[in-house]
């Protein structure tokens, strides 16, 4: 059974610093990661989509790294600022089924 | 429409009674899923439909849940007979085929009393 961890749960850190997050998975058999953005009372935004075959993804400040190998990917954003406070969610979609399964998240705060 | 839309946004009701949640995908999307999210927890999931038919309806948690899209559009998920274990927020997400992006709608924050 595919679980997804994401480490840490929360974090806080001031303005300007450069961040790394954390998500594993147990089944190296994925077909796919997508990284989430979740603000309070919100829905998902979805913000990067990594392709089995692929080793990374950038979006402006944003970068996402795939070892499927290991079942381990890292969300980086550079220069962090105070909007980019919110709940960082990976999730993975296995390569039997299209469903995603989704860590618990990693709480962010970034504070001027 | 822009996004995926959800009503109503928030839902509160009795024990007992049966609730219906609606989902309106981007257009154009042929796949559309529902999940569930409990307070500091990621979204569960729920049913995935193709389409009109329900491909994987795995997450469903019992009989008292159940999902239509009778027109391989909106989506409607209904509840009979709620608990408030049933409290959560329900999500819907579409997309537009398996290796693309899932974009997901605000939810319905349900709550049970």
């Known amino acids: 059974k595919q679980e997804v961890t994401q480490i840490p749960a929360a974090l806080s850190v001031p303005e300007g610093e450069n961040l790394v997050l954390n998500c594993s998975f147990t089944?190296?058999?994925?077909?796919?990661l997508q990284w989430f953005r979740q603000d309070p009372g919100k829905g998902l935004t979805s913000l990067l989509l990594i392709q089995s075959s692929q080793r990374e993804q950038t979006s402006g400040r944003l970068n996402a790294s795939l070892d499927k190998s290991s079942g381990r990917s890292t969300l980086y954003i550079a220069a962090s600022q105070p909007g980019d406070s919110a709940t960082y969610l990976c999730?993975?979609?296995?390569?039997?089924?299209?469903?995603?399964?989704f860590g618990t998240g990693t709480r962010l705060q970034v504070f001027p | 429409g822009a996004g995926v839309s959800q009503t109503p946004s928030n839902k509160v009701t009795e024990k007992g009674k049966y609730v219906e949640l609606r989902c309106d995908p981007i257009s154009g999307h042929t796949a559309l899923y529902w999940y569930r999210q409990s307070l500091g927890q990621g979204p569960e999931f729920l049913i995935y439909?193709?389409?009109?038919?329900?491909?994987?309806d795995s997450g469903l948690p019992n009989d008292r849940f159940f999902a239509v899209r009778p027109e391989g559009s909106v989506s409607t998920l209904k509840i009979q007979r709620t608990e408030r274990g049933d409290s959560a927020v329900y999500l819907c997400a579409s997309s537009s085929g398996r290796n693309q992006p899932q974009h997901f709608g605000d939810g319905t924050r349900l709550s049970i009393l």
């Open positions: 999730a993975v979609r296995t390569g039997d089924t299209d469903k995603l399964i």
């Open positions: 089944d190296s058999a994925i077909y796919n």
């Open positions: 439909f193709q389409g009109t038919g329900a491909a994987d």
